[in-house]
């Protein structure tokens, strides 16, 4: 079987968020781990891609310049357009080398051995095209905050257990991408997150993939762990920063996900509040 190549899409807007340059190098670390950890068994992976695209911000830059990537292959892109977390992922898959992606957040860890169960499972099931991981989520203590993606094992909701379906979906929206190992062309395919939508971006993501019949399959094995609510992070600003969204604005993104799932592009979809 031929060894595992893949891309790791990270993307960074600023480096001015709390303790921004341990988080970034535990993320590193975490990605050089799964190198040592296939070393270590059955020595699974040829290339390791690191996709950064920043900002081009300086104290990003100079940190991104004296940092150890040891092992992996890198591939740095200063994104000259707008920086939002959609658009930065867009352009990391478009311009990754190796036919696999993964998505990681520069607060996030990947679990050491997860690339090397996902090689199991790639070769196990060659007609899936993304396979996701039970995701440990922290809060903003590292303290345990609970599991995402564990749903598709839950028998009163899902007939195909373990694989996420439209149906699945359609009930139930707490799943995470990041951390997902999945084809490159199901992106070229379907399109990648769509920049309009705020909150539900990768709700509305799986929602369209699936619909397209795209086979996910989630992994019964903790391979991410996930910083939930850290300050300052998208979610955290959703809800607590300046402009929080009312919960009327909540149900308005995951509704509009069901409906425009349906679409390829990103139709520019805008939450208006009518006064009455």
Same mark, same amino acid.
């Given at each position: ?6 891309? =790791?899409? %990270?993307?960074? &807007?600023? /480096?001015? #968020?709390?303790?921004? $340059?341990? +988080?970034?190098?535990?993320?590193? @670390? !975490? ?57 930065? =992922?867009? %352009?990391?898959? &478009?311009? /990754?080398? #190796?036919?696999?992606? $993964?998505? +990681?957040?520069?607060?996030?860890? @990947? !679990? ?165």
């Amino acid at each position: 079987m031929e060894k595992l190549n893949i891309s =790791v899409v %990270l993307p960074v &807007e600023s /480096s001015k #968020h709390k303790n921004f $340059t341990d +988080l970034f190098k535990s993320c590193i @670390v !975490s990605v050089q781990q799964q190198i040592k950890e296939s070393v270590r068994g059955e020595n699974v992976i040829d290339d390791i891609e690191l996709v950064i695209i920043h900002s081009g911000e300086e104290s990003l830059v100079e940190l991104i310049n004296n940092s150890d990537f040891s092992g992996l292959t890198t591939n740095i892109i200063h994104n000259e357009g707008d920086t939002d977390f959609s658009t930065q =992922v867009n %352009l990391g898959i &478009e311009k /990754s080398s #190796h036919d696999w992606v $993964t998505i +990681l957040e520069f607060d996030d860890e @990947v !679990s050491s051995i997860w690339f090397r169960n996902v090689y199991k499972y790639i070769n196990a099931y060659p007609h899936i095209k993304g396979f996701l991981p039970i995701v440990v989520d922290t809060d903003e203590n590292d303290t345990f905050a609970g599991f995402t993606n564990e749903a598709t094992f839950a028998a009163n909701m899902n007939s195909e257990i373990g694989i996420l379906t439209n149906e699945v979906l359609l009930n139930y929206q707490n799943f995470q991408t990041s951390g997902m190992v999945f084809k490159k062309s199901i992106f070229d395919d379907f399109g990648g997150f769509k920049k309009s939508f705020k909150l539900t971006f990768v709700y509305e993501l799986l929602l369209r993939l699936t619909y397209n019949s795209v086979e996910i399959m989630t992994i019964p094995r903790i391979g991410y762990k996930h910083s939930n609510m850290r300050e300052g992070s998208i979610f955290w600003n959703y809800k607590n920063g300046e402009y929080p969204l009312t919960q009327e604005e909540v149900s308005f993104w995951i509704e509009s996900a069901k409906k425009e799932h349906f679409f390829k592009d990103d139709r520019d979809i805008k939450y208006e509040v009518i006064d009455i």
